[in-house]
Each structure stands twice: as structure tokens, then as C-alpha cells.
């Protein structure tokens, strides 16, 4: 299986500052037929199911604030919440799917306010 | 809108069938664009991938489970089912039914969206 490994497992930041969560696959998720990177990014709140925020490691999900963005390719890829906003406070995971290996997510990134 | 919803009982006891269902509302079980998926999350943990079935047969299990999995579709009524045998304490977690991407250049299942608001299901004696 591929694992997905997740830093910082939590991070504080002030309001309106940048935080950066970083995910790093065991193998490369970079499918080479149609070049694009097999990996999601989510949100969750306590209480809540996990929200959709980016796929293809960069494309932003419909909806999504522009202050949300990801980058990275074949076995290194962030998130990048460009200015903290006090309703950005929850857990976020990495995921990827490129089969036909098992899907997995990364353990999780807790985000507060510093 | 896309809605779904996870139904099934609370407390199962060990050794025995866990039994889940997700009833989708505002789209279609037999869609070709997409999967239909089950994840869990243990209690204070993160997130681990059951299986994905598609409308055209294909059905993917987490190797980690599969001897114990089984993901039925009954497409008259556009529900999902999950059925997990020989059950222990370290199956209590919320389970969450979700839509998955089709990925056309793999065949396989992609990312998760919507889930399901999840339904938690505890194991005990």
C-alpha cells in the first residue's frame, strides 16, 4: 500500500497568517499516461463529515475559497491556506487514489488559532 | 442535491454482521461517472477507505478488510450496503457512505464528495 505521511500532525497560526500542511507519499501518485497527480486534500470539523477542498493535488473543489490551494507532484504536495480565517479551524487529510493500489488518506493535520 | 444518508444499528456485538445502509437522494446509484464508497474513523483517529462499488459491476476492497467485506447495490431503490463479518472493538467507528470520482483513465474510484453525515456504530458485548 501506498502510505501517505502527514507534518506537522498539528499547527497553530495567528488569524490571517499563512499555514502550510505538508503530505508525502511512500511512491509516487504521479500517473504518467495523463500526468496528473492522484491526490486530494479535505476538511473536517468536529462533528462533521470531511469536505472536499482540492483533487489532482491542485484543482480547487467548486466553492472553495481561493485562499485554499494545493501544489506539489509526484511524491510531495501541500496545502496552503494563505490567510487563516477563524472557520478554517479543523483537521485536514491528504488522500490519494492511484490504483490500483489501495485508497489511503494521510493521519491528519490539526489547525488552531495561535 | 446530492444527499446521502447512513442508516443501520448503533451497537453490534463481537463476532457478529455489522449492517449498514446509504439511502442517495438527488442522483442516481447507477451513474457511470461515478463510484459509490464506504469509509470508517475510529474515535479520535483518522480515516480508512472500506471499499468502492460501480454501477458496472466493478467493486474494489481495502485488502486489509476484504476477507471480512461485502458491498451490495440494490438499484430500485438506490441504496448502498455494507456488510462486515466477525466484528470486534476495533470496528467501532463512524462509517460514512460517500460518491466517488470514475477515474475513465484507470477504471478506478477517485475522490470522495459529498459524504454522508456518517452513522456511528459501536461494538461491544
Known amino acids: 500500500d501506498i502510505v501517505m505521511t502527514q507534518s506537522p500532525d498539528s499547527l497553530a497560526v495567528s488569524l490571517g497568517e499563512r499555514a502550510t500542511i505538508n503530505c508525502k507519499s511512500s511512491q509516487s501518485v504521479l500517473y504518467s499516461s495523463n500526468n496528473k497527480n492522484y491526490l486530494a486534500w479535505y476538511q473536517q470539523k468536529p462533528g462533521q463529515p470531511p469536505k472536499l477542498l482540492i483533487y489532482?493535488?491542485?484543482t480547487r473543489e467548486s466553492g472553495v475559497p481561493d485562499r485554499f490551494s494545493g501544489s506539489g507532484s509526484g511524491t510531495d504536495f501541500t496545502l496552503t491556506i494563505s490567510s487563516l480565517q477563524a472557520e478554517d479551524v479543523a483537521v485536514y487529510y491528504c488522500?490519494?487514489?492511484?490504483?490500483?493500489?489501495?485508497?489511503?488518506f494521510g493521519g491528519g493535520t490539526k489547525v488552531e488559532i495561535k | 442535491q446530492l444527499q446521502l444518508q447512513e442508516s443501520g444499528p448503533g451497537l453490534v456485538k463481537p463476532s457478529e454482521t455489522l449492517s449498514l445502509t446509504c439511502s442517495v437522494s438527488g442522483g442516481s446509484i447507477s451513474s457511470s461517472s461515478h463510484y459509490w464508497g464506504w469509509i470508517r474513523q475510529p474515535p479520535g483517529k483518522g480515516l480508512e477507505w472500506i471499499g468502492s462499488?460501480?454501477?458496472?459491476?466493478?467493486?474494489h476492497y481495502n485488502p486489509s478488510l476484504k476477507s471480512r467485506v461485502t458491498i451490495l447495490v440494490d438499484m430500485s431503490k438506490n441504496q448502498l450496503s455494507l456488510k462486515l463479518s466477525s466484528v470486534t472493538a476495533a470496528d467501532t467507528a463512524v462509517y460514512y457512505c460517500g460518491r466517488e470520482y470514475y477515474d475513465f483513465w484507470s477504471g478506478y474510484p477517485g475522490w470522495f464528495d459529498p459524504w454522508g453525515q456518517g452513522t456511528q456504530v459501536t461494538v461491544s458485548s
Open positions: 488522500h490519494h487514489y492511484y490504483s490500483p493500489h489501495a485508497l489511503t
Open positions: 462499488f460501480h454501477y458496472s459491476g466493478k467493486i
Open positions: 489532482w493535488a491542485s
